[in-house]
């Protein structure tokens, strides 16, 4: 157990429907990244958040968003899924020096 | 945006083998970053380096970062086959890192 926890592990929805993923960090790391890794395919950055602000974004689409409350958990909202969408989605957290903790990753299938 | 070059994209040994995954940046790096991930698992952070010509080692893994600060290795001395898995480096752009596209490494036993 790393101590980022993601739900849920898998998700099948259809093409045009709309999910939430949901990372809660380690504690006491306050900044949040969401990548998106498709089969085979590199980790591809997504957003990042601190203590409930955004702080970058990379190649996110705008069908996708993101937040982070105020415990720090945060959520990544997928709409108007496409089938191309269909991947392995990890949040990971950090203090903001050292390394990133990865959670175990959400896997959605769109169909 | 910060972008890291990895090479090779896939690399098969027979175990008792050596692996090198290279990775290249075309600007110095504050620091860099490696992680294994196996498979059908999550990336796993295994080390930063942050010197000028910096080399580290974790047992049978020896990390290096290059004295321009725009390259690093990380080379397994005599793979088993728990080193399978896909190596990543990643670096720094601003507050956030990217990551390279990866090394798989398979190993047979």
């Known amino acids: 157990d790393s101590g980022v926890t993601q739900t849920p592990k898998h998700l099948i929805t259809a093409t045009g429907q709309r999910v939430t993923l949901r990372c809660s960090p380690r504690?006491?790391?306050?900044?949040v990244y969401w990548y998106q890794q498709s089969l085979d395919q590199g980790l591809q950055f997504l957003i990042q958040y601190y203590n409930g602000e955004e702080r970058a974004k990379g190649n996110i689409l705008e069908r996708f968003s993101a937040q982070q409350f105020p415990d720090l958990h945060s959520e990544l909202n997928l709409s108007s899924l496409e089938l191309g969408d269909s991947a392995l989605y990890f949040c990971?957290?950090?203090?903001?020096?050292?390394?990133?903790?990865f959670g175990s990753g959400t896997r959605l299938t769109v169909v | 945006g910060q972008q890291v070059m990895q090479i090779p994209q896939y690399q098969h040994v027979q175990e008792g083998e050596d692996f090198t995954t290279y990775c290249n940046s075309s600007t110095t790096l504050s620091n860099i970053q490696w992680y294994k991930q196996r498979p059908g698992g999550h990336p796993v952070f295994l080390i930063q380096l942050v010197k000028s010509g910096e080399v580290k080692k974790q047992k049978r893994l020896t990390f290096q970062f290059g004295e321009a600060k725009k390259n690093s290795s990380l080379h397994i001395t005599a793979t088993q086959t728990t080193d399978v898995g896909t190596y990543f480096c990643a670096g720094p752009n601003f507050n956030k890192f990217y990551f390279g596209s990866g090394t798989k490494l398979n190993v047979k036993p």
């Open positions: 504690s006491g790391d306050l900044s």
């Open positions: 990971a957290s950090s203090t903001g020096t050292g390394g990133y903790t």
